[in-house]
């Protein structure tokens, strides 16, 4: 039988196959996508393998997905947001078992570039297994001579910030920093370095990150938008109304300058966060559209972001039952990703909600857990003295002889089994 690459274009090819059904066709909004039917998949690995030609097409496939992910993360900081974080997600699996094959075939630096491009796509959210095999790329010993050396261990750094292990990732921002040689890689390092500052609670070190960020000329203007809306965010926490207003609105300046709509969705949230100092009917209308702006958009890390301040200024102004509705997706969603530094914010603000609906118990085990857990963001600015007085809130009711004994058991509780707890509690109260 003849090759039938050889008879003609690749066009023509695939259009043959297709007619012949050994590939599947199907017409997307996006273009034609084709796939193999199991049976013809497995036959067809076997005859290459047998050929002696499955390392050159893994090698192709990894190095097609490499080009895939580089040019989304370019034009991810531009008008082709959309359309770039669309990509990426509609070839998840590919990107893993290209990253797999690359890191464990011995090419750890083809590996590094597929992660470390990933990462720069900064708004879209990784699975759970793929953050994980980001973090094995990066905790390769053969990463650190290939020249993704500095993406692949920021983009580790990263993906240890996703799930909580906040030294792990400052160190590794910190080497990859000293591997930076071009903007997009001292971008990541600086990335990854301002927000394992931030959860860890380090203001002025994350804010000098952050800066450094916002203010650095060979930078798009669109990672230059990040460091201004993380700044406003930052000024929040420390009460500098002024500063935040500022930061703000150079973030929306910028995103709007670079057309990139995962950072324009970005900076709508960190002017909500901003407006809720003051006028919070307008902070909660932004943070609607931030997360509208960041659905809608692929922006899927923005989405659970701007939800979890939403259910925070619906707890306070009391608006319980909305709120209330807010927090089971969150948890599900944020457990699914194992995104723990987001689920501990979240079961703060959740604490606050229970106690206006006298679940003083539920609270209490929800803000020991966090305080002892080595994965959950620290408080900061204002957040200090309002969980103190929740604290004290609680203990007023339960007695303090009760509440050590809530705390003891929190420490023992597995972080899993908080979620549930708080899970529990939330259907009760819809019941």
Not at 398 to 421: M, S, Y
């Amino acid at each position: 039988m003849a090759d039938p690459v050889a008879v003609g274009s690749v066009a023509l090819a695939l259009a043959r196959l297709v007619e012949s059904s050994l590939v599947a066709a199907s017409v997307t909004g996006d273009g034609t996508a084709y796939r193999l039917l199991m049976i013809v998949r497995a036959y067809a690995a076997e005859r290459l393998a047998g050929a002696g030609q499955e390392q050159i097409a893994r090698l192709a496939h990894a190095g097609w997905v490499a080009s895939i992910v580089e040019t989304a993360a370019r034009e991810a900081t531009g008008p082709g947001c959309a359309a770039a974080l669309a990509q990426v997600a509609r070839n998840r699996a590919d990107v893993g078992a290209a990253a797999r094959w690359a890191l464990h075939s011995g090419r750890p630096g083809l590996a590094g570039r597929i992660t470390g491009a990933l990462k720069l796509c900064p708004h879209w959210r990784p699975d759970p297994e793929l953050i994980a095999l980001i973090g094995e790329v990066a905790r390769d010993p053969g990463i650190r001579r290939s020249s993704a050396a500095a993406l692949a261990l920021a983009a580790g750094g990263l993906a240890a910030c996703d799930t909580g292990e906040l030294i792990e990732a400052e160190r590794l921002g910190t080497e990859a920093l000293k591997h930076a040689a071009d903007p997009a890689e001292r971008f990541l390092a600086m990335l990854c370095l301002g927000i394992a500052t931030l959860y860890r609670g380090d203001q002025d070190r994350s804010v000098s990150w952050w800066g450094q960020i916002a203010t650095d000329t060979s930078f798009p203007p669109a990672h230059r938008a990040e460091g201004h809306a993380t700044l406003a965010l930052l000024a929040c926490y420390g009460g500098d109304l002024d500063a935040a207003r500022e930061h703000a609105a150079q973030a929306r300046i910028a995103a709007e300058a670079a057309g990139a709509s995962g950072y324009q969705a970005f900076a709508t949230y960190a002017a909500g966060e901003v407006a809720l100092l003051q006028d919070p009917q307008t902070g909660v209308a932004l943070l609607r559209a931030a997360a509208a702006e960041a659905g809608s958009t692929g922006a899927t890390q923005v989405v659970p972001v701007a939800r979890i301040a939403l259910a925070s200024a619906l707890t306070r102004l009391g608006h319980k039952r909305e709120a209330m509705a807010l927090f089971p997706p969150l948890l599900h969603q944020a457990r699914r990703e194992g995104n723990w530094p987001q689920l501990w914010t979240a079961l703060r603000i959740l604490a606050e909600l229970l106690v206006s609906l006298d679940r003083h118990e539920t609270a209490a085990v929800l803000l020991a857990a966090a305080r002892e857990s080595t994965s959950a963001p620290a408080v900061s600015g204002k957040d200090v003295e309002r969980y103190r007085q929740l604290q004290e809130q609680i203990s007023q009711k339960t007695g303090p002889d009760v509440l050590d004994q809530i705390t003891a058991l929190a420490r023992a509780l597995p972080r899993a089994q908080v979620v549930d707890r708080a899970l529990a509690a939330l259907d009760d109260l819809a019941s």
